[in-house]
């Protein structure tokens, strides 16, 4: 697991705090989260996800797709970067330059070595918590895509869709190429 702080801070805290190349910071529920930079397969799988929901959305309107880093502040002591993430509807006035102020619909996260337990379960947790319909973990090991809607939890056989993009369709051999 990621280090962290034994103090709690704020948002406020947060943004203060001086800016390190190549680290991925999140603050959950006031705890400090520090983890290295992404590996190259990691910001693979994130960039075809990213893409396939950018031409959906190019195509269908709508909404405004997403990849880390974008600061995502749930609450004054819960600001989670994901990976991947979709906006619905006019996210104009909800995105600012430095972060959204509102949870996106879909948000998603690639596991990567170190933060299986805290993908998997905390921000599980947290994301639904605040709001997100749709928590996908991709697991890039096991060449899997986890949707977790509410208390489903479903896992794409070959292709991943999902009722909050209609005609969407993402091939699960294009997500891992």
């Known amino acids: 697991?990621?280090?962290?702080?034994a103090t709690r801070m704020t948002y406020e805290e947060f943004?203060?705090?001086?800016?390190?190349?190549?680290?991925?910071?999140?603050?959950?529920?006031?705890?400090?989260f520090v983890n290295p930079a992404p590996n190259y397969r990691h910001q693979i799988v994130i960039?075809?996800?990213?893409?396939?929901f950018r031409l959906y959305l190019a195509r269908h309107g709508g909404g405004r797709a997403m990849m880390s880093?974008?600061?995502?502040?749930?609450?004054?002591?819960?600001?989670?970067?994901?990976?991947?993430?979709?906006?619905?509807?006019?996210?104009?006035?909800?995105?600012?330059?430095k972060n959204a102020q509102v949870p996106p619909e879909i948000a998603g996260e690639v596991?990567?070595?170190?933060?299986?337990?805290?993908?998997?379960?905390t921000k599980r947790r947290l994301y639904l918590q605040y709001g997100v319909e749709e928590?996908?973990?991709?697991?890039?090991?096991?060449?899997t895509v986890t949707i977790v809607r509410g208390d489903q939890e479903i896992t794409a056989a070959d292709t991943i869709t999902t009722p909050l993009l209609p005609g969407f369709a993402l091939p699960l051999r294009d997500v891992f190429a």
């Open 111 to 121: 596991l990567s070595e170190g933060s299986y337990h805290h993908d998997k379960v």
């Open 1 to 5: 697991m990621a280090p962290q702080t």
């Open 69 to 97: 880093p974008i600061d995502v502040v749930l609450s004054p002591e819960t600001v989670l970067q994901p990976d991947v993430a979709v906006f619905l509807g006019d996210p104009e006035p909800m995105l600012q330059w």
């Open 47 to 52: 960039g075809n996800i990213y893409m396939a």
């Open 15 to 32: 943004m203060a705090l001086p800016v390190e190349n190549y680290k991925h910071y999140e603050l959950v529920e006031g705890e400090l």
């Open 135 to 143: 928590y996908w973990i991709v697991d890039p090991d096991a060449l």
